[in-house]
């Protein structure tokens, strides 16, 4: 079953839920809402927050990603 906010966002929220994502990045905020989001288990991220989670989870991996 597709959660509420595919009207909104169609392909992004069918693929994630259909998908069993863990999170969406995206600069659509607006018609992606992690509230809405959240019951399916999905995290709704900025693509600058996903960079700053990524950096703290492996600091030398996304260094050597980043100065590549």
């Known amino acids: 079953m597709l959660p509420p906010?595919?009207?909104q966002a169609?392909?992004?929220?069918?693929?994630?839920?259909?998908g069993d994502a863990h999170a969406?990045?995206?600069?659509?905020?607006?018609?992606?809402?992690?509230a809405a989001a959240e019951p399916y288990g999905i995290e709704v991220l900025h693509p600058d927050d996903f960079l700053l989670d990524m950096l703290a989870?492996?600091?030398?991996?996304?260094?050597?990603v980043l100065r590549a």
Do not use: Y
């Not at 969406?24 to 992690?34: F, G, H, S, W, Y």
């Open 24 to 34: 969406v990045v995206t600069l659509n905020l607006k018609d992606l809402p992690a």
């Open 5 to 7: 906010w595919h009207r």
């Open 10 to 18: 169609p392909w992004p929220s069918g693929a994630a839920v259909g």
């Open 57 to 64: 989870l492996a600091p030398v991996e996304m260094n050597a």
